[in-house]
């Protein structure tokens, strides 16, 4: 008799155990990405918040590194192997994913209606009809500076180009400090926080980036070969050696307090905040009167789509839902400080550092960097050369004038926009 | 390849010796290695070699000849980043062969001096950077030239030569030569071994004989034993060719994919991941990227048959 029991126990188990597994199976949700460095936020804070309050469904984080993401991606969806979730990284990238029907249209996605346009213009097809990515994050390029070092020396916080190097003059002659911690040895610190940093200040962000889109502008127009030629005078004011340092040697000087000013992206936020003995602020990109429009470069940086093979759309499209939501980028804000939620509702952070960045979106016209949309499509690739030439300009490999004819002739041989 | 294939050959000559038995074990013996060098090398090497021919035609794969081959060419542009590569390649191979094969000649003559004390130590700590990873080789060789955190400032202060420090991986002009010498660091290990072997292949009696008719020291060097090593010699030119226009790793190490300064590091190697891969923005060409592979083989297959045709047949050889 009792073994009877037992067994009807144990087979029930059986059954009920497997049924049970295979309801979790059907709605598991496995997300690709690159952020490895986010995986304890994910696993800590925005998947045990998603799954209170959604029970049927399970959320799997699954990241590879950077530089071998794209290529991994690609391989697995054309085996058919990829995660439901996919984190898109801006412009080209992912639009060649929706093109080959890896990824399914986002437009009518419950949500969606929370993104300006210019939030989903990095995860949309060029006429803006489709988007196929729900956008996650930006960052905002800026100076973040030693307030230690402001104060000893007695410099207030520079607004104008003039002020700025008058400050970094100030600076060296004290020699106690390295005015900026910058090196170009990497060549992507010199377009990325050089040229993309304080050019929309001189292209007018927007205005001028749409324009040279649009063939109406140049890069040998004096809008975008000034911030080159201000780019250049940057070289008097880096280290010694700066031609042979690297990223990582920039962000070292920095955090042990030997530089003042360091030409920044804001996701150096939450590493930065690590070195406890000095004290940060931050300044946005100056202006070339007083008086005149900032710019400020909002670069959009990470969305997340759906697997078009996926068999669990349904719930994909439920967690992109909440993605979405306001919800989501106030905890995935305040987990990463320096990744800013594109979301329209505003998001309360905590972190001092990365509200100040924010805080340019209101007095400042943001624009994304000039290279990615569009123009980086063909061979030679802009985006590419701007890098080699941005370190040439301030090398003094080449001059302002030269660099600005070099990448509008690359961009000559391939790109004929309509007119 | 099946094994039924490559038996059948085999079969038809069966009636003609009659009573030998099948000898399957060569077969088996044989199909291992046959199998894995096929999947990995030879069949790479064919589908790199089709794939130069193709490319994508209005979204589709298409036969397109040697248009892949004209644009690398007569394209301005690409024919300016192929030709600079190749300079670069040139320049990389010829520091090899003019610091690290004389260098490595030098080391195992050294070496092969019978009075020498601590020779063990000296041949295992030569060659040991060449069983380190190049990432670790890159990384440590970035640091000790960094002018930020680097010894060799510090070091050229203590002699007074301060002074004439400079960043050389961040100048284009220095910055391939730098990479080349780290390179020679690296693999002197290697002639170094080969030479050595040969000179210590060379019998006494040969020595002897030398120093009978008078020739000592130097003259010995230059008069026997370089002639007996030749042949080694010849082969570590043709191992560096190869290495060397094959080389990749070590610059993507320390100069990145773009191979800066302003692409004066950029070798072949570095030219081919860009394009086939792609790069940050730039998305992967594979038809591009095949065809400057097919060059590189190209390149690669002239210089060893040039080697093999040219100059092999003629080196002396002496039998003992």
Redesign the interface.
């Known amino acids: 008799m009792t073994s009877r029991v037992l067994s009807g126990l144990l087979l029930a188990s059986t059954i009920l155990g497997s049924a049970a597994l295979a309801q979790a199976q059907d709605k598991t949700l496995t997300i690709e990405s690159w952020r490895n460095d986010d995986l304890s936020i994910w696993q800590e804070k925005l998947i045990p918040a998603f799954e209170a309050k959604h029970p049927g469904i399970k959320v799997v984080f699954s990241p590879t590194a950077p530089t071998e993401y794209?290529?991994a991606l690609n391989a697995k969806l054309d085996a058919g192997s990829a995660g439901d979730l996919i984190t898109c990284r801006p412009?080209?990238?992912s639009l060649?994913l929706y093109n080959k029907k890896h990824l399914i249209n986002l437009t009518d996605l419950p949500g969606m209606e929370n993104f300006s346009p210019v939030a989903k213009s990095a995860w949309s097809t060029d006429d803006g009809s489709a988007s196929f990515c729900v956008p996650m994050a930006s960052v905002i390029h800026g100076f973040i500076y030693n307030k230690d070092a402001f104060e000893k020396l007695g410099i207030s916080v520079p607004t104008t180009e003039a002020e700025f190097f008058a400050a970094l003059d100030k600076i060296k002659a004290d020699g106690t400090y390295i005015p900026l911690a910058m090196?170009?040895?990497?060549?992507?610190e010199a377009a990325t926080m050089g040229y993309q940093n304080i050019g929309p200040t001189y292209w007018k962000g927007e205005e001028g980036r749409i324009a040279l889109v649009k063939g109406e502008q140049k890069l040998t127009d004096e809008p975008w070969v000034e911030p080159y030629r201000v780019l250049a005078k940057w070289k008097d004011y880096l280290?010694?050696?700066?031609?042979?340092?690297?990223y990582p040697?920039s962000q070292?000087?920095f955090t042990l307090g030997r530089a003042a000013i360091f030409p920044a992206g804001s996701w150096e936020i939450s590493l930065f905040n690590q070195s406890k003995d000095i004290k940060l602020g931050a300044f946005a990109p100056p202006v070339k009167n007083a008086g005149d429009t900032c710019y400020i470069s909002d670069h959009n940086d990470i969305g997340m789509g759906i697997n078009a093979k996926s068999p669990n759309a349904d719930a994909a499209k439920t967690f992109l839902t909440w993605v979405a939501s306001p919800e989501f980028a106030d905890i995935y804000a305040n987990a990463l400080p320096g990744f800013f939620s594109l979301n329209s509702t505003p998001v309360k952070m905590a972190d001092p550092l990365a509200q100040e960045f924010v805080s340019w979106r209101e007095k400042c016209k943001p624009t994304i960097r000039s290279?990615?949309q569009i123009l980086?499509r063909g061979?030679?690739?802009?985006?590419?050369e701007t890098?080699?030439e941005s370190?040439?300009v301030i090398?003094g490999?080449?001059t302002p004038e030269v660099a600005a004819k070099k990448l509008q002739d690359?961009l000559d041989?391939w790109y004929k926009p309509a007119k | 390849m099946s094994e039924a294939a490559v038996s059948a050959p085999y079969a038809r000559t069966l009636p003609v010796a009659a009573k030998r038995p099948r000898r399957w074990h060569i077969v088996v013996f044989l199909l291992p290695a046959l199998i894995v060098y096929s999947a990995v090398m030879i069949l790479p090497l064919i589908e790199t070699l089709r794939l130069s021919l193709f490319n994508v035609v209005d979204g589709q794969p298409a036969f397109v000849g040697l248009a892949n081959f004209r644009v690398l060419f007569g394209d301005a542009r690409w024919a300016a980043d192929f030709w600079n590569a190749l300079r670069n390649n040139f320049i990389f191979f010829v520091i090899h062969m003019l610091v690290q094969n004389p260098i490595g000649v030098a080391l195992a003559a050294m070496l092969s001096i019978p009075k020498l004390r601590f020779a063990a130590f000296y041949r295992t700590a030569i060659f040991l950077p060449t069983l380190l990873s190049f990432v670790i080789v890159g990384f440590i060789w970035k640091l000790i030239l960094s002018p930020i955190w680097g010894v060799s400032p510090w070091l050229m202060d203590l002699v007074g030569l301060k002074s004439f420090f400079s960043p050389w991986l961040g100048k284009p002009g220095s910055a391939l030569i730098a990479v080349s010498l780290i390179s020679v660091w690296q693999y002197v290990g290697i002639p170094m071994m080969l030479i050595y072997a040969a000179l210590l292949s060379i019998p006494e009696e040969v020595i002897e004989a030398a120093e009978c008719d008078g020739i000592t020291g130097w003259g010995q060097f230059w008069k026997i034993k370089l002639p007996l090593i030749l042949p080694a010699i010849g082969i570590i030119s043709i191992l560096t060719f190869v290495g060397n226009f094959n080389a990749f790793d070590l610059i993507y190490t320390v100069q990145g994919a773009l191979a800066g300064p302003d692409k004066s590091t950029d070798v072949l190697g570095t030219l081919l991941y860009r394009t086939f891969f792609g790069f940050q923005l730039q998305l992967g060409d594979r038809s591009m990227g095949a065809t400057i592979a097919t060059v590189m083989f190209l390149i690669i297959l002239a210089g060893v048959s040039l080697y093999l045709f040219g100059i092999q047949r003629r080196i002396r050889r002496y039998q003992f």
């Open positions: 794209n290529a412009f080209d990238a060649e090196g170009t040895k990497d060549l992507w280290g010694d050696g700066f031609e042979a340092q690297t040697d070292n000087l290279t990615y980086s061979t030679p690739n802009l985006e590419n890098w080699t370190a040439n090398n490999t080449d690359g041989s």
